[in-house]
Structure formats: C-alpha cells, structure tokens
C-alpha cells in the first residue's frame, strides 16, 4: 500500500496576511489531513471523511 503525499490547500477564508489560516489536504480516500499555515511544524491534525464533514457542517451552522 502506498500512502498518498498531501495536496494542501489553504482555506478560502483566510485573512490578507494569511493570519488566521488552515490548510486542508483531502486528497487521500481514507484520512482528512489540516495543519495551522503559520507554523507547519506543528504537525497536523487527522480525521476520516465522515468526521470532517460532520465537523465542517457544524462550523458552517454556527457561522451563520
């Protein structure tokens, strides 16, 4: 099996400056990948596809 390199993507809502910002790779079938743009040496979050989208559509209930 091999593991797919991610294929980040910086969130569409993130500041001018880039301050307050996510990247999100979800080009693996099996896991949803997010890290903080500022420091990526922080490592990164991990969630399956089901998770995440329970997750981004709370967020998106909530910031309405």
């Known amino acids: 099996m091999t593991e797919t390199s991610p294929n980040w993507h910086t969130s569409t809502y993130s500041g001018n400056d880039n301050d307050a910002c996510i990247e999100v790779a ?23 596809p089901a ?13 309405l």
């Open 26 to 48: 979800d080009n693996a079938p099996s896991v949803i990948r997010v890290r903080d743009t500022k420091d990526r040496t922080k490592g990164e979050l991990t969630a399956t």
């Open 51 to 63: 998770a995440w989208a329970a997750f981004t559509a709370f967020a998106w209930t909530r910031a």
